[in-house]
């Protein structure tokens, strides 16, 4: 069974701009949370979508949004890029909550310049 | 508000000794916590959890200890090997809520 596969891996930005985050998660789990890691902050929970719905949200502004689309699969965009948005963006995939075990992929690391 | 805390941001252990991460987390309705290991460029992969009903769960090498009164929790490896050098994240999540909140992280390194 493929694992939860993140694209892409890597991304520069400069300030102001876009971004979209893509992740597509296990073949059969429905619920897909974003995590942002930061150095000193752990894992910060973005937000988490199950059934195409957001189910739960962290504590991040605006500029942070996501979806999900009928296969599951889910972008993440943050919008008017800040220096501070540098960090590994993560998306962990389980299958119905976090109450199952989650399945994190590898991470797109993001650099805004 | 860092609920979740991991006050040692590393660790060195010898191999063969024991690895001891500790975690404290402050909301008291946290119900469930788990540890995470985390390889450099690679997602977290989960290790080990504990519900509040119990105070000790063993899996092989990994223990976790769980001390409700003190809102305490550690994860022992005994014993150490070079293969366990990681960032262990420990995680919580309460009982009325799908979140899980993690700390910031133990960079172990085990040395031959």
């Known amino acids: 069974k493929a694992g939860v596969t993140q694209t892409p891996r890597y991304l520069i930005k400069t300030r102001g701009q876009q971004v979209t985050l893509s992740c597509s998660p296990i073949s059969g789990h429905r619920s897909v949370s974003w995590y942002q890691q930061t150095p000193g902050q752990g894992l910060q929970f973005l937000f988490e979508?199950?059934?195409?719905?957001?189910?739960n949200k962290g504590n991040f502004p605006g500029r942070f949004s996501g979806r999900q689309f009928s296969n599951s699969r889910s972008e993440m965009n943050v919008s008017t890029l800040e220096l501070g948005d540098s960090a590994l963006y993560l998306c962990?995939?389980?299958?119905?909550?976090?109450?199952?075990?989650?399945?994190f992929g590898p991470g797109t690391r993001l650099t805004v310049l | 508000d860092q609920q979740v805390k991991q006050n040692s941001p590393s660790l060195s252990v010898q191999e063969g000794r024991i690895s001891i991460l500790n975690c404290d987390y402050t909301?008291?309705?946290?119900?469930?916590f788990l540890w995470y290991k985390k390889y450099p460029a690679e997602g977290p992969t989960f290790l080990i959890s504990?519900?509040?009903?119990?105070d000790k769960n063993e899996d092989g090498r990994f223990t976790v200890f769980l001390n409700k009164s003190a809102k305490h929790l550690s994860l022992h490896i005994v014993p150490s090997q070079p293969g366990d050098s990681a960032v262990y994240f420990c995680?919580?999540?309460?009982?009325?809520?799908?979140?899980?909140?993690f700390g910031t992280g133990t960079r172990l390194q085990v040395f031959p």
């Open positions: 979508y199950f059934s195409e719905t957001q189910r």
């Open positions: 995680a919580a999540r309460a009982y009325n809520t799908d979140k899980l909140i």
């Open positions: 962990a995939s389980s299958l119905q909550s976090s109450y199952n075990e989650q399945f």
């Open positions: 909301n008291s309705m946290f119900d469930y």
């Open positions: 504990i519900s509040s009903i119990k």
